[in-house]
């Protein structure tokens, strides 16, 4: 008997394992005919200055227009990718996309910076820097020195040697990497240690929280700090209001990225928007302000 039921449970077991085998390989396949079939997109979210009121750059956040579901946001099917060969066709997709968006703004005479979200098993790949090189000459009118990455700093880099020799020979191509969600990771300060980065994008949950929290306050102050004392560049993101963006600038941090700004867009908005943005009078005010 005691057999029989161990043989069940194994039989449970395995038909469990299954379903979840088939559900995922569904799902993937899903992805890749959604691929095939140009349901992804890329909307931008600005980043300003609030010094200068400049507007520096965009980051690219996927989307998936979803036949039947409407917008689709990537914590909605990312994960399903992860490990799959469809995470790194789909990862060179973004890159591409990206690329070819800035070729269009830089031809308009729009220089802004582009930046991509790019995994870490993407990233780990032996002929990622290749490919980012031949990404490049496809869009010759896109500046290398405009093109930045963003590395989930959360996402475990299995191996920092690789990474860190793969950072080393893109920013020879003269493209800049961003450590995003810093602060968020078990390893932020090994990551900023061992790997070449040239900006710090402080993770919008310190951010958010820091006007009631002393601790998340302290935090984004650190990391300021940190960025300053080695010279790196410091976004914040999640700036959610004007009040954010002034304590912002008093602790030494101007570079911003959130919905108090602006929500992410589809590229065709952004020129209009950076046109509003530009006679936003109640944001440039916040500097003087700050300087009081
Ligand atoms: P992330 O790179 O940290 O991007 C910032 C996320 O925070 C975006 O969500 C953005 O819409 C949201 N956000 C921006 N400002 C605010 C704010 O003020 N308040 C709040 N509450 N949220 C704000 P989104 O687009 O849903 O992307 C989520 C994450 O998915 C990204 O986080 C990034 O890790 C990943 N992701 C997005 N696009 C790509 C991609 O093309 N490739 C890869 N590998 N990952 C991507
Ligand atoms: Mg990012
Ligand atoms: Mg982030
Ligand atoms: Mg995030």
């Known amino acids: 008997r005691a057999k029989e039921a161990g043989k069940n449970r194994f039989f449970v077991f395995n038909a469990e394992h299954d379903r979840k085998l088939q559900a995922r390989w569904q799902q993937i396949q899903r992805l890749h005919q959604a691929l095939e079939c140009n349901e992804f997109l890329l909307h931008f979210q600005p980043k300003v200055d609030l010094i200068t009121g400049e507007v520096l750059g965009a980051e690219a956040l996927i989307r998936w227009q979803h036949p039947e579901e409407g917008m689709l946001a990537p914590g909605l099917f990312l994960p399903h990718l992860e490990?799959?060969?469809?995470?790194?066709?789909?990862?060179?997709?973004?890159?591409?996309?990206?690329?070819?968006?800035?070729?269009?703004?830089?031809?308009?005479?729009?220089?802004?910076?582009?930046?991509?979200?790019?995994?870490?098993?993407?990233?780990?790949?032996s002929n990622f820097t290749e490919r980012l090189r031949l990404a490049l000459e496809r869009h010759p009118g896109a500046q290398p020195g405009k093109f930045e990455l963003e590395i989930l700093e959360t996402a475990a880099l299995s191996d920092m040697g690789q990474a860190a020799r793969t950072l080393a020979s893109c920013r020879e191509?003269?493209?800049?990497?961003?450590?995003?969600?810093?602060?968020?990771?078990?390893?932020?300060?090994?990551?900023f240690r061992d790997l070449p980065v040239d900006i710090l994008k402080i993770d919008q949950s310190f951010v958010r929280d820091m006007l009631d929290d002393p601790n998340d306050l302290g935090i984004v102050e650190g990391v300021v700090r940190l960025a300053q004392a080695f010279n790196r560049q410091v976004i914040a993101e999640g700036v959610e209001?004007?009040?954010?963006?002034?304590?912002?600038?008093?602790?030494?941090?101007?570079?911003c990225q959130g919905y108090g700004i602006a929500r992410p867009m589809p590229a065709e908005a952004l020129p209009e928007w950076i046109?509003?943005?530009?006679?936003?009078?109640?944001?440039?005010?916040?500097?003087h302000t700050s300087e009081d």
């Open 83 to 125: 490990g799959s060969d469809l995470e790194i066709d789909l990862g060179e997709w973004v890159i591409d996309s990206a690329l070819r968006q800035m070729e269009i703004w830089h031809a308009e005479g729009l220089m802004i910076s582009v930046s991509a979200n790019v995994s870490a098993n993407h990233l780990l790949q």
């Open 241 to 255: 209001s004007m009040d954010h963006g002034a304590l912002l600038l008093s602790i030494g941090c101007h570079i």
């Open 173 to 191: 191509l003269g493209v800049r990497f961003a450590l995003d969600d810093f602060g968020t990771g078990y390893s932020s300060l090994t990551y």
């Open 275 to 287: 046109g509003h943005w530009r006679e936003a009078k109640e944001w440039s005010a916040l500097n």
